[in-house]
């Protein structure tokens, strides 16, 4: 084999390290371009966030927790009902005039003195609703016991004898028997209210008892009013921070709610205030404005508002009309002031906006005055589209699978000079 066969069969030389721009690199140069390629980021992914625990479990375990809880909540209420009582009614006075309290503030006038001024028109509203029925019911019972001889006798000779010719019945009653349990209890119906502030069932621990918790409602008002934002804030930052955004979602949606009824029911009171006075003035009743205003204006507690309304308008009716007729009117004016409000306006101003069906209505106000009295019965409504709002979240943010988020990359900045 030739010089040239060996000198072609001969190993390559080492490659010569090479910068960006392609010249060679010495040894200091080389060690240098090492170190400044070690420092460079890497390309980081971000991590998925953690889910809380809650997520972690099964959209029936979770479910079942829910209900759970509720459970509990309810238990404990029904168990510090009492003590509750006032704190509940202080509350609920405080959620409808804490929108005047900022209002008020807005306008220049200290929440502490707008506070004072909400619970002194809500302490006259009540006090002039109570001052309107207290003389009305006292007089029209001691007109009813005393008329109520006179009114016997015109119903066996004027009203039965119509009924049975109109109807086709045969109705009769024992006139002598029923004239004298009439006497006999004249002066039982005309005391009625004294036997009633005299009697033990208002005297001793359960007089303490109401007296405290009207002593208590205004200062719960006027604590609540005055410091609303700071409450509010403090419940907040109570919530962890992950549920936060679920909670403040829950709240928002419970408070539009909660308007709307107030705005409804709001309207719904004016109209059949206004309905009653004007259909009962037509009829000749001589009570039509207190009656009318009574009724239209307690309409607000279910049941309770509309049968006190009644009862004074036929109590005021029997005592001022000796004929059937006009009993009759008023009796169909409140039917069909009933009728507009159930079909009418109820359904128009309040149910469609708390989003409640009708047999949903009906269940909630004998379900909640079985658990906790009128207090429930007064209750029911907002309490149940409070309830069928946390029930809709919850669906969406817990029984409903959750979308995993997909990491992203990050590109890191190169720290070469």
């Known amino acids: 084999m030739d010089a040239h066969s060996k000198e072609n069969s001969s190993p390559p030389p080492p490659a010569v390290p090479t910068g960006p721009s ?20 890497v390309p980081e992914t971000t991590a998925q966030p953690a889910k809380p625990w809650w997520r972690e479990l099964s959209p029936s375990w979770r479910a079942l927790a829910v209900i759970a ?3 509990l909540l309810g238990l404990l209420v029904q168990a510090l009902a009492p003590v509750l009582t006032p704190f509940m009614f202080g509350a609920i006075l405080s959620y409808v005039g804490a929108p005047v309290v900022s209002w008020l503030n807005h306008k220049g006038v200290p929440r502490a003195a707008g506070a004072v001024l909400v619970i002194v028109a809500i302490a006259g509203f009540v006090a002039g609703m109570v001052l309107i029925v207290a003389p009305l019911v006292s007089s029209e ?25 109109t109807f ?36 001793g621990q359960v007089l303490m008892t109401a007296l405290v918790n009207l002593t208590l409602i205004p200062v719960v008002m006027f604590y609540l009013l005055r410091d609303w ?54 009829v000749g009743l001589e009570f039509a404005l207190p009656v009318g205003l009574v009724t239209g204006l307690l309409v607000f507690i279910p049941f309770i508002g509309f049968g006190l309304g009644c009862m004074l308008g036929m109590l ?56 906790f009295g009128f207090v429930g019965v007064l209750l029911a409504l907002p309490a149940s589209a409070a309830l069928l709002v946390a029930i809709r979240m919850f669906r969406r943010q817990l029984v409903e699978p959750v979308q995993p988020v997909q990491p992203q990359a990050v590109t890191g900045t190169s720290g070469a000079p």
């Not at 039982?188 to 033990?200: E, N, P, Q, R």
């Not at 829950?250 to 309905?275: H, K, N, T």
């Open 316 to 371: 005021a009716a029997l005592t001022q009309f000796s004929t059937p007729g006009p009993i009759i009117a008023v009796a169909a004016v409140f039917a069909v002031g009933q009728i507009l409000e159930g079909f009418l306006l109820v359904p128009y101003l309040v149910g469609d906006r708390i989003g409640l069906h009708p047999l949903a209505v009906i269940f909630a106000l004998m379900a909640f005055g079985q658990l």
């Open 69 to 71: 809880l509720l459970v």
């Open 141 to 165: 019972v001691s007109r009813i016991a005393t008329k109520m001889p006179e009114l016997l006798t015109e119903a066996q000779t004027k009203w039965l004898p119509w009924i049975n010719q």
């Open 168 to 203: 086709g019945l045969a109705l009769a009653f024992d006139l002598t028997q029923l004239k004298q349990l009439a006497a006999d209890n004249a002066g039982v119906l005309g005391d009625i209210t004294s036997k009633l502030a005299g009697s033990a069932k208002l005297g």
């Open 229 to 282: 934002p700071n409450l509010v804030s403090s419940v907040d930052a109570l919530v962890p921070r992950s549920m936060q955004p679920t909670i403040r979602q829950l709240a928002s949606e419970i408070d539009a709610v909660l308007s709307e009824f107030l705005r409804g029911q709001g309207m719904v009171m004016i109209a059949l205030a206004a309905y009653y006075c004007i259909a009962l003035k037509l």
């Open 22 to 41: 392609g010249a060679s690199l010495g040894n200091a140069d080389l060690a240098a371009e090492t170190v400044v390629s070690t420092l460079q980021p």
